[in-house]
């Protein structure tokens, strides 16, 4: 079985940024992709290289589990998992620690940005993240992997130990590829357009959670930040605040840039604001509807406890294998 694995961060409320960044994308890849199983899971351990609050994670993993699925991820070719219920993963995180180079970490620019803004507490784990990012891919013999381009240098890193260890045993791992959404639907923050729209931005007002209400969803359009000039077209570095509804919009509705100018070349903003709110909506209240039932179904605990066991079977195989190579532990007949 050929795998694609991904995994995302259990770290805060989901947001549209997010949604068309990233999960409209796998949701889409599963489709294109329907040979392939697709491993996706929760990345706990990843999370906690930073100190979390113990309720807040838990309630934030299964949000998120619930979220994913209630975005239309199809059950045939997926196995959803949390990432500590699968023990071989830190197994994997310390063999590849021993194949990894202090200086490969070192140059790992997101180590340098998140060590910068955690001066006082820069945890080990911090710093060797990668290594266990590796681990997640390489157990599944992953072909490929879904990511957004600030993740690429940990691929490429995982690619070099993967190289590295087939050089020294034979072919044991398959090198894994990157696939980075060509259209990288940047969504940009509603209040202060030319920042990323983000689940850590302070101001409340500059992002559409996945779980807000019909309400509140339309008065965050109708504040949305856009110019003076009153005339509709798309310009980023001009009109920023405007572009960034277009590009909500298209990807939305599944059309161009300039099918939308077109549509709505004639109506004021405030119009146009409306008729975004009202796409958003709609897009949305569908979502919403069905992350409610799932969070309080058992049936999410059950795609979660086939998808540890899947996974589990899988890499427990991998990781013995592993030991084995490296000379651990005993010899079995
Ligand atoms: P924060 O929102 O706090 O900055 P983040 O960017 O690290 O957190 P993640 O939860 O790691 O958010 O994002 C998961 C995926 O969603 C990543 O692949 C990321 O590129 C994508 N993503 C997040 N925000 C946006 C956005 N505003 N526009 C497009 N894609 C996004
Ligand atoms: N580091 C990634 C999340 C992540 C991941 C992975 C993605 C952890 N393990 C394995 C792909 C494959 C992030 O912060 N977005």
Same mark, same amino acid.
């Given at each position: 079985?050929?795998?694609?694995?991904?995994?995302?961060?259990?770290?805060?409320?989901?947001?549209?940024?997010?949604?068309?960044?990233?999960?409209?994308?796998?949701?889409?890849?599963?489709?294109?992709?329907?040979?392939?199983?697709?491993?996706?899971?929760?990345a706990?351990?990843?999370?906690?290289?930073?100190p979390?609050?113990?309720?807040?994670?838990?309630?934030?993993?299964?949000?998120?589990?619930?979220?994913?699925?209630?975005?239309?991820?199809?059950?045939?070719?997926?196995?959803?998992?949390?990432?500590?219920?699968? *023990? #071989?993963?830190?197994?994997?995180?310390? /063999? =590849?620690?021993?194949?990894? +180079?202090?200086?490969?970490? !070192?140059?790992m620019? &997101?180590?340098?940005?998140?060590?910068?803004?955690?001066?006082?507490?820069?945890?080990?784990?911090?710093?060797?993240? *990668? #290594?266990?990012?590796?681990?997640?891919? /390489? =157990?599944?013999?992953?072909? +490929?992997?879904?990511?957004? !381009?600030?993740?690429? &240098?940990?691929?490429?890193?995982?690619?070099?130990?993967?190289?590295?260890?087939?050089?020294?045993?034979?072919?044991?791992?398959?090198?894994?590829?990157?696939?980075?959404?060509?259209v990288?639907?940047?969504?940009?923050?509603?209040? !202060?357009?030319?920042?990323?729209?983000?689940?850590?931005?302070a101001?409340?007002k500059?992002?559409?959670?996945?779980?807000?209400?019909?309400?509140?969803?339309?008065?965050?359009?109708?504040?949305?930040?856009?110019?003076?000039?009153?005339?509709?077209?798309?310009?980023?570095?001009?009109?920023?605040?405007?572009?960034?509804?277009?590009?909500?919009?298209?990807?939305?509705?599944?059309?161009?840039?300039?099918a939308?100018e077109?549509?709505?070349?004639?109506?004021?903003?405030?119009?146009?604001?409306?008729?975004?709110?009202?796409?958003?909506?709609e897009?949305?209240?569908?979502?919403?509807?069905?992350?409610?039932?799932?969070?309080?179904?058992?049936e999410?605990?059950?795609?979660?406890?086939?998808?540890?066991?899947?996974?589990?079977?899988?890499?427990?195989?991998?990781?013995?294998?592993?030991?084995?190579?490296?000379?651990?532990?005993?010899?079995?007949?």
């Amino acid at each position: 079985m050929k795998h694609i694995v991904s995994g995302i961060q259990p770290t805060g409320s989901i947001n549209i940024g997010t949604y068309l960044g990233s999960i409209r994308n796998f949701v889409r890849l599963q489709r294109e992709y329907d040979e392939h199983h697709f491993m996706l899971f929760i990345a706990d351990l990843h999370a906690i290289t930073i100190p979390r609050d113990r309720l807040e994670l838990r309630k934030t993993i299964k949000e998120l589990a619930a979220m994913y699925l209630a975005c239309g991820l199809r059950q045939e070719n997926l196995s959803l998992f949390i990432q500590s219920e699968v *023990p #071989a993963h830190s197994h994997m995180s310390y /063999l =590849l620690q021993c194949f990894t +180079y202090m200086g490969e970490l !070192e140059r790992m620019t &997101q180590f340098k940005d998140k060590a910068q803004k955690h001066e006082k507490g820069v945890t080990a784990s911090l710093f060797t993240y *990668p #290594a266990l990012m590796a681990g997640d891919i /390489l =157990l599944y013999d992953a072909e +490929y992997v879904p990511v957004g !381009e600030d993740q690429k &240098q940990h691929l490429e890193l995982t690619r070099d130990i993967a190289i590295r260890v087939n050089n020294r045993f034979g072919e044991f791992f398959t090198v894994p590829k990157p696939l980075i959404p060509k259209v990288g639907a940047r969504i940009m923050s509603l209040t !202060e357009p030319t920042a990323k729209m983000s689940k850590s931005d302070a101001n409340v007002k500059s992002r559409i959670n996945m779980l807000d209400t019909d309400d509140i969803i339309r008065k965050r359009i109708r504040s949305a930040v856009t110019d003076s000039e009153a005339s509709f077209y798309y310009d980023k570095t001009n009109k920023p605040g405007l572009s960034n509804l277009i590009t909500i919009y298209s990807a939305l509705a599944d059309i161009s840039i300039e099918a939308v100018e077109q549509k709505y070349k004639d109506v004021s903003y405030k119009d146009f604001k409306e008729a975004l709110a009202d796409l958003v909506i709609e897009n949305l209240r569908p979502i919403r509807q069905r992350y409610h039932e799932l969070i309080q179904s058992k049936e999410l605990d059950a795609i979660l406890d086939e998808g540890a066991a899947y996974a589990s079977k899988i890499s427990n195989k991998k990781a013995a294998k592993f030991n084995h190579k490296l000379g651990l532990g005993r010899k079995r007949k």
